[in-house]
């Protein structure tokens, strides 16, 4: 290993030039654009598919519905009431996040007092579809049941419920 004279920190085998420094700059910056329209790309085309999936709800078309969702989330198809969502506002878009594998898509809701809340888009068999259980899954809130935390204390056994485990024990055993 060789020494500087003034440091007796090892010297540097290579020196990168400045044009070795610039092309691994600019493969760096056309990388992260690259990344960042391919983003923007996914991020436009699952909006569209969530704009037609609203198209398709408030127009009752169930077929339409059903190409729109993933394969799990078709099931539900028949069981939606579309004809209580015709009298609803539609969604605002209000953010798309590319989080890969999926797309993110946040929506305020004017049903709902301007409600927040996901849908969550997917790439199945090559095509971005709305995967409603991920959505369902995804705003689900664990809420608190009255009384607060529950605690547990021990309690004896009655002795006819003692005697009757040790018949069963006795008749298991034998």
Known sequence: MRHSPKSLHPAPRWRPSLGALSAAL?????????????????????????????????????KALRRLLSVESREIVAQLPLQRVRDKQRLEVIDTVVQRPEVL?????????????????????????????????????????????????????????????RSRSAIAFR
């Open 26 to 62: 600019a493969a760096g910056l056309l990388l992260s654009t690259t990344t960042g329209c391919e983003d923007r790309s996914a991020a436009e085309k699952a909006t569209a598919v969530f704009y037609r999936y609203q198209d398709a709800l408030f127009a009752g078309d169930r």
């Open 105 to 165: 898509i946040t929506v305020r809701d004017p049903n709902r007092n301007g409600a927040e809340s996901h849908y969550v888009v997917v790439k199945e068999r090559g095509e971005l579809v709305l995967d409603l259980l991920a959505t369902t899954a995804y705003n689900h809130i664990e809420r608190a049941t009255p009384g607060g935390i529950p605690t547990f204390s021990p309690n004896s056994l009655p002795a006819d419920e003692i005697a009757r485990i």
